[in-house]
């Protein structure tokens, strides 16, 4: 399996404009999180999925951020407007559904957002 | 709310030193601690997964235990390593499979060098 697939690896944009990070998580994962990492405030959840359907979006900084889930295979996570302090790496995992203690989460390798 | 730290930020020791690194959380109600690597511009891998029952896990020169009583967790890595250099970071997730038992809360991480 080639693991967890986000695109772009990197982004640069302009304030005001849309974003939408894109997401492929491992075949068979029912569970999709997608994370926000910067320097100040370390690895913050931003909402998650089960079987395409959204869980928890309370990690969601607000209302500009959305993010979709249309089929098992991909997800979308989408800023619109973008400002600068969106600047961060914004990472998507997927997790096997077995409600075992010993299930970890598998991490993309991040999309690097910088909004001028 | 679940906080949880890791002391210090960055260390740096000599190859072929065993070192610890330190977590602790807040809420001692958890499913289960996790440690991970984290590489310059990658995302995060799984290195040990201790179920809250446990109190050591074990791999190759990695050993983490637990003591969910007093909230902490360490990391011990045996003969340091070049190899070894990355940011390691430690999750718990609260406790009820299905109640939330995937929404990880994340240390910053201690940054790791290992001198040759």
């Known amino acids: 399996d080639a693991g967890v697939i986000q695109s772009p690896r990197h982004e640069v944009t302009e304030m005001g404009q849309e974003v939408t990070l894109r997401c492929k998580p491992i075949?068979?994962?029912?569970?999709l999180f997608w994370y926000r990492q910067t320097m100040m405030r370390g690895l913050e959840l931003l909402i998650y999925?089960?079987?395409?359907?959204?869980?928890?979006d309370s990690g969601m900084p607000e209302d500009r951020f959305s993010a979709k889930m249309p089929n098992a295979s991909f997800s979308t996570l989408k800023i619109q407007p973008s400002e600068p302090r969106d600047s961060a790496v914004y990472f998507c995992?997927?997790?096997?559904?077995?409600?075992?203690?010993?299930?970890?989460?598998?991490f993309g390798p991040g999309t690097r957002l910088t909004v001028l | 709310k679940q906080e949880v730290t890791q002391i210090p930020a960055a260390l740096s020791v000599p190859e072929g030193e065993n070192l610890v690194l330190n977590c602790s959380f807040t809420?001692?109600?958890?499913?289960?601690l996790q440690w991970f690597r984290q590489d310059p511009g990658k995302g995060l891998t799984s290195l040990l997964l201790?179920?809250?029952?446990?109190r050591e896990q074990t791999s190759g020169r990695l050993n983490a235990s637990l003591d969910k009583s007093s909230g902490r967790s360490t990391l011990y890595i045996a003969a340091s390593q070049p190899g070894d250099s990355a940011t390691y970071l430690c999750?718990?997730?609260?406790?009820?499979?299905?109640?939330?038992?995937?929404?990880?809360?994340f240390g910053k991480g201690t940054k790791l060098s290992v001198i040759p």
């Open positions: 201790i179920q809250s029952s446990q």
């Open positions: 809420d001692s109600a958890i499913y289960n």
């Open positions: 999750a718990v997730s609260p406790t009820e499979p299905g109640a939330g038992s995937y929404q990880l809360t």
């Open positions: 995992a997927s997790n096997p559904d077995g409600w075992s203690s010993t299930d970890t989460q598998y």
């Open positions: 999925f089960n079987n395409n359907v959204p869980i928890d």
């Open positions: 075949s068979g994962h029912d569970y």
